[in-house]
């Protein structure tokens, strides 16, 4: 029995994302997370997961859904990031079941300060819900870290408790993740705020698992945001093994992985340390940095190969009145990026053991 027996393709919300990240757990894989910023990027993550025949998380950040809507646009209380995330919901909705897989709508770190961003998209979820009765987006993330353990859950819970109504997932993250990312800065932080603990792991599920399952941890077991030199990331996925045994001694549960978790900071992460994860209980991990590589590398090369090509509109190898239109059409080089996209958002599904799963 594969994904498509218990869910539909296109967009799914509630129960299906449910089902779909308890299949995860049940078979072993998880789901990557591609942080997109236009079309262009969610039509190369959807294309990958549709040939690798895999469901997909398509993510939008803060920064990202601004520049979705536009950067012409001010972001003045969140106003362009809050416009570009919502659109970028319609339009995946729009597509996603034409690529014939499960997709989740996902939006990527919110602090504290961005909270009027999480207000924006919240409500278009109430007012999608109450026309169709499901959210526009599948899930949210609230990344209150810098706050108190108890600030973190207590403002966690308030928006739960609001997103429960209306069959949301929420993602929170209890633990930093250390480098910098979309404007937040955590590389200077302490080496031992980037590692959770088992009480703060239990005392955010007692919270949560009052009000709804729809729920995953962000758990900080030396994630960094971006790409490092080999050995200078120090990943101990191990702990997340040891956070799921507490838990369920704790609170004399059946299953032997209660909590659905989630990877940040995957670009770069060895293949030993996503599996390590993986066993452990992890269903979602963040892709971005290295799939941003991939798109650059795929319009650096096409440009690197037909350079004589690109220096006016008329006039190449071919003689000096020979046009150039087909070459610098975007349409063409802007492809040749999400041909490399496509096929790194592949490795990233291949090294979640997220292949054949539909």
């Known amino acids: 029995?594969?994904?498509l027996?218990?869910?539909?393709?296109?967009?799914?919300?509630?129960?299906?994302?449910?089902?779909?990240f308890a299949y995860a757990h049940e078979h072993g894989f998880a789901i990557p997370a591609i942080n997109c910023t236009s079309t262009s990027?969610?039509?190369?993550?959807?294309?990958?997961?549709?040939?690798?025949?895999?469901?997909?998380?398509?993510?939008?950040?803060?920064?990202?859904?601004?520049?979705?809507?536009?950067k012409g646009i001010s972001n003045k209380n969140e106003a362009a990031s809050i416009l570009g995330a919502v659109a970028?919901?319609?339009?995946?909705?729009?597509?996603?079941?034409?690529?014939?897989?499960?997709?989740?709508?996902?939006?990527?770190?919110c602090a504290k300060k961005l909270l009027p961003w999480f207000d924006g998209m919240l409500a278009a979820d109430e007012e999608y819900f109450a026309k169709h009765g499901e959210p526009l987006f599948s899930?949210?993330?609230?990344?209150?870290?810098?706050?108190?353990?108890?600030?973190?859950?207590?403002?966690?819970?308030?928006?739960?408790?609001?997103?429960?109504?209306?069959?949301?997932?929420?993602?929170?993250?209890?633990?930093?993740?250390?480098?910098?990312?979309?404007?937040?800065?955590?590389?200077?932080?302490?080496?031992?705020?980037?590692?959770t603990q088992p009480q703060d792991i239990l005392d955010i599920y007692n919270a949560f698992s009052k009000i709804t399952d729809l729920f995953s941890i962000a758990a900080g077991f030396g994630n960094?945001?971006?790409v490092y030199a080999p050995g200078n990331v120090k990943l101990h996925?191990?702990?997340?093994?040891?956070?799921?045994?507490?838990?369920?001694?704790?609170?004399?549960?059946?299953?032997?992985?209660?909590?659905?978790?989630?990877?940040?900071?995957?670009?770069?992460?060895?293949?030993?340390?996503?599996?390590?994860?993986?066993?452990?209980?992890?269903?979602?991990?963040n892709v971005d940095t290295d799939t941003q590589w991939a798109y650059w590398v795929g319009i650096k090369d096409f440009y690197e190969k037909k350079r004589d090509y690109l220096q006016a509109q008329v006039g190449n190898p071919e003689g000096p009145n020979k046009p150039n239109k087909k070459v610098y059409d975007p349409r063409v080089w802007v492809r040749e990026g999400e041909k490399t996209m496509v096929e790194r958002v592949k490795e990233a599904c291949q090294d979640l053991n997220n292949v054949s799963r539909l």
Request: glycine content about 10%.
């Open 237 to 285: 996925p191990e702990l997340l093994g040891k956070h799921q045994a507490y838990v369920k001694e704790q609170l004399k549960l059946q299953k032997d992985k209660p909590i659905w978790f989630v990877f940040h900071g995957g670009s770069g992460s060895s293949k030993d340390e996503i599996q390590t994860a993986v066993k452990n209980g992890v269903v979602k991990m």
């Open 224 to 226: 960094v945001h971006g």
């Open 88 to 109: 970028g919901a319609h339009y995946v909705r729009n597509v996603a079941a034409a690529y014939g897989i499960p997709v989740i709508i996902h939006s990527d770190h």
């Open 139 to 195: 899930s949210h993330m609230l990344d209150l870290s810098e706050e108190s353990k108890e600030e973190n859950i207590e403002i966690c819970v308030k928006y739960l408790e609001r997103m429960a109504k209306i069959n949301c997932h929420l993602e929170m993250e209890i633990g930093i993740t250390g480098g910098e990312e979309d404007g937040v800065d955590n590389s200077g932080v302490d080496n031992a705020a980037l590692y």
């Open 1 to 3: 029995m594969g994904l």
């Open 5 to 20: 027996d218990i869910v539909p393709a296109g967009v799914i919300t509630g129960d299906h994302v449910r089902k779909v």
């Open 41 to 70: 990027t969610v039509n190369a993550a959807l294309e990958a997961a549709r040939d690798i025949k895999a469901p997909i998380i398509i993510q939008f950040s803060n920064g990202g859904a601004a520049y979705f809507a536009g």
